[in-house]
């Protein structure tokens, strides 16, 4: 769902960027080929995404390599993805939400980090922004905030609660990476 919600928000707010950012998705505990569930599907529909096409495929180490940032959902998600190759993959693995509210308090203003230009300028910023947020324990709400729980085996609400609280921080993700709106150096 988080795919499906990232790849609308890029087509619909920055169309011209939509190269820039490729998104794709894979799962710790995914059985490559599977097709989304139908409870994804159906709250994918409710907001106008087609994810029918969607195929599911494990997260491995080529994989994580490959990536200049990758989101975990739940803390244990993003513990079994550095796991896959210790020290290597630290400071490119965050939790969306926790990556989300690094995003907007560098739109804020609210932190001393300026970025680069671009959106691998503006994910370095939020990279650093994060991981001095991680170490300093300077993270804005309560832990459980920053889980975005597997819905799978619960009804469709459970789905679309999910959806909800990912598409709240996909975009202020995007506007940092995306919008040209975060603050000037030396400002």
């Known amino acids: 769902m988080a795919e499906g919600l990232a790849i ?88 969306l939400m926790k990556l989300g509210e690094a995003a907007e308090r560098v739109l804020e203003g609210g932190t001393g980090t300026w970025p680069e230009t671009g959106p691998e300028g503006a994910l370095g910023c939020l990279s650093r922004a994060a991981a001095a947020f991680e170490s300093g324990a300077d993270w804005l709400r309560e832990p459980q905030y920053y889980e975005v729980e597997d819905p799978f085996g619960y009804p469709l609400e459970e789905f679309e609660r999910a959806a909800r609280k990912m598409s709240s921080t996909i975009d202020p993700l995007l506007e940092a990476l995306l919008g040209g709106k975060l603050p000037a150096r030396g400002r």
């Open 8 to 95: 609308q928000a890029i087509r619909d707010r920055y169309p011209a960027t939509a190269d820039l950012v490729p998104v794709s998705s894979a799962g710790v505990a995914a059985l490559d080929g599977n097709p989304a569930v139908p409870e994804a599907v159906a709250a994918m529909r409710r907001v106008g995404i087609d994810i029918t096409g969607h195929r599911a495929r494990r997260l491995t180490s080529p994989i994580v390599a490959g990536s200049d940032c990758v989101l975990a959902m739940e803390e244990g998600q993003r513990r079994a993805i550095t796991s896959l190759a210790p020290g290597v993959f630290e400071g490119r693995v965050f939790l």
